[in-house]
């Protein structure tokens, strides 16, 4: 089963309209609209991965939605974001002219958005169904062709790989199924006569929608949240490989340890801003030596290996911000949420604070870049390290 067209609106809408209701989202969504279409993005096998909605409130973007389309992303809000404008067509025009400058005389069909390595995203240009060009969004660097044989058994920052042939059997019939009975509940007949399309707090009183376990932490310079904002920096990866870069940057950041991505990279074997490389496979513990190196080891940095959802907990409860590995990237995590929504039977919500150094900047102009998704959706991404960071006490 694929989401359709028809569906996105209304299925957006609820998922919205839900976590507004959980307080999940603020006041700033309020009267925000939920578009009939979005931006197709596509898995490199060929799929229809997921739709991107852009949000608006009024004329004013402010920000967009991700919701799948295939069920083997497990529920169909996969995250959503207030940061960063999405104007789908702007960034085609865009990419239309940088493939012209790149590539003169270059013949094409056909051109789409593809997850070329989620959540980062490219545009692939095909002729007669056979790629001839792929630039990745924002820094239209082109996409290296995918390697005969994998080297390690994860992709590397700037390696193409698709979500869905990747997905273990079993996981993807367990995603398969979540989803399935996510998606009944929305269209179930109480629910026809309700408009989600915009997003207010009162939109699912009339079906008496109850909010159990809600409960949301975001980092704070101390746990003494009554008398200051939450502060917490995003920073853009200067190059297109240098996410741990500037994950540790983040993470060093709110320690108050200022070192900038081209001496974190030196650290880590990561090369310069005019050859930069990734961090490979099996060097995650460069991560752990950097941190409590740089701090002298003020700070106390453990790897977890496929950390569960109480690692996430546990961390930022200690006020404590939190790097993340999925797939072939990294950013930084400085906030949770979660709630039971009890509808026609039960349906949970776990959500991280996700600061994404993916767009990338440069080094020239190394304040740009990135995006913050609040909320990413726990049970949708898959999350191979965490890496924590413990300030000692003397």
């Keep these: 089963m694929t989401l359709s067209v028809d569906q996105i609106q209304r299925i957006a809408g609820f998922e919205l309209n839900a976590l507004r209701a959980a307080e999940v989202l603020g006041e700033e969504f309020d009267e ?7 931006t197709s993005i596509y898995d490199l096998n060929g799929a229809l991965l997921f739709y991107r909605l852009p949000l608006k409130r009024g004329r004013t973007p402010c920000g967009y939605a991700d919701i799948a389309a295939d069920e083997a992303l497990a529920e169909p809000l996969l ?185 974190l990279a030196k650290e880590m074997d990561l090369g ?40 996430f907990e546990t961390e930022i409860e200690a006020n404590r911000p939190l790097i993340s590995f999925i797939p072939g990237h990294s950013r930084t995590v400085a906030g949770y949420t979660r709630s039971m929504i009890l509808l026609l039977g039960k349906l949970p919500f776990r959500g991280l604070l996700v600061y994404d150094p993916w767009p990338p900047t440069d080094c020239a102009h190394p304040d740009a870049g990135g995006v913050i998704t609040k909320w990413e959706n726990f049970a949708t991404q898959t999350y191979r390290y965490a890496f924590t960071a413990v300030l000692k006490h003397v």
């Design 79 to 263: 995250g959503v974001a207030m940061s960063g404008a999405w104007d789908g067509k702007a960034l085609l025009e865009k990419g239309l002219s940088m493939a012209r400058k790149k590539r003169r005389g270059l013949k094409y069909d056909s051109v789409r958005f593809v997850a070329y390595s989620y959540p980062k995203l490219a545009l692939q240009f095909s002729l007669a169904g056979k790629e001839v060009l792929m630039l990745e969004l924002h820094t239209w660097t082109e996409v290296p062709p995918r390697p005969q044989e994998r080297k390690s058994p994860e992709p590397s920052n700037f390696e193409r790989w698709s979500l869905l042939d990747e997905l273990p059997g079993e996981l993807r019939r367990t995603r398969v199924r979540g989803f399935k009975k996510r998606i009944a509940r929305w269209e179930s007949p109480d629910l026809r006569r309700l408009d989600p399309s915009v997003i207010r707090m009162g939109t699912l009183d009339p079906i008496n929608i109850v909010i159990q376990l809600n409960d949301t932490q975001e980092i704070h310079y101390s746990q003494r949240e009554h008398d200051h904002h939450p502060c917490y920096e995003l920073r853009g990866q200067q190059t297109n490989v240098w996410c741990v870069a500037a994950s540790v940057e983040m993470l060093m950041n709110f320690y108050r340890y200022h070192y900038d991505q081209p001496r």
């Design 272 to 311: 310069t801003c005019s050859a930069p490389s990734g961090l490979p496979y099996g060097d995650e513990y460069k991560v752990v030596n950097t941190i409590e190196k740089l701090s002298s080891n003020t700070l106390d940095a453990t790897a977890i290996t496929n950390p569960a959802w109480g690692t």
């Design 32 to 38: 925000v609209s939920i578009p009939r279409t979005g």
